[in-house]
């Protein structure tokens, strides 16, 4: 639309006299055609401070006995891949006990309701809760409670909830979007879906059942990999090259 091509003509005029880029990921480089080249640095948007990361012999391993808690953090639209993960779970409870929170407000009220009667037409209410908002503090304690983190959305940014819960020891399973791939390996710090549909995302969370020791030795490599991104090594990076122009 008009909007975004104004934008990315503006962004582009900028950059041709930027001495330094940071774009945050591969995607928005490919967006304004970004060129990669010694004044250009991927860094993403930190928002993990180094107290704020859990320490590696606090992580659990999934005990396949107990109940699959499974934590999902979005805004309820259409982009989230909600009515996905309803049929997801609605297939696995079949074989498998599972129960979803999503946290997040409603950017339409609609789109709720439609969420809503879905949860109720596969009878669903013991299995998916709609939490509704949580403050960024009252989340960072939530995570705790849960045995994996969940992304289903079909089109994203670099979602912050995925560092969040690399900060926090939680194994991944997150659908291919955005700058996904740019930061997590497949079958090294997340399980990345193949691609955004019910079939992907129920194979993970099986995987995910099937393989707990796996499942902890990711979590502990995406624990290790949240520590150069923090906003302290951040900080630090951006001096360091601001430095050179100073």
Known sequence: NLVMLT?????????????????????????YNIKYKS?????????????NITDEYLLNEY???????????????????????????????????IKVDIYGE?????????????IDK???SQNIELKGW???DQLKKLYNNYDLHLVSSVSEGMPRVCLEASAYGLPQILTPVGGVEDYYRHMHDAYICKNYSINAIENGIIWFIENP????SMAINSLKNIKTDTIEETTSTINKILDKFL
């Open 7 to 31: 934008r990315k003509s503006i962004h582009k005029f900028i950059f041709i006299y930027a001495k330094h880029i940071f774009p945050v990921s591969k995607d928005i480089s490919n967006l």
């Open 63 to 97: 005990n396949p006995k107990k109940i699959l808690r499974v934590i999902r953090v979005c805004l309820l639209q259409e982009s989230k891949g909600l009515e996905n993960l309803i049929h997801v779970v609605n297939n696995l409870k079949k074989k498998y006990e």
């Open 134 to 136: 949580v403050s960024n």
């Open 106 to 118: 409603a950017k339409n009220i609609d789109y709720k309701s439609k969420i809503i009667m879905l």
């Open 122 to 124: 596969f009878k669903l």
């Open 39 to 51: 004044n250009t640095t991927i860094l993403r948007t930190p928002v993990i401070s180094l107290h």
């Open 213 to 216: 020791k796996k499942a902890k």
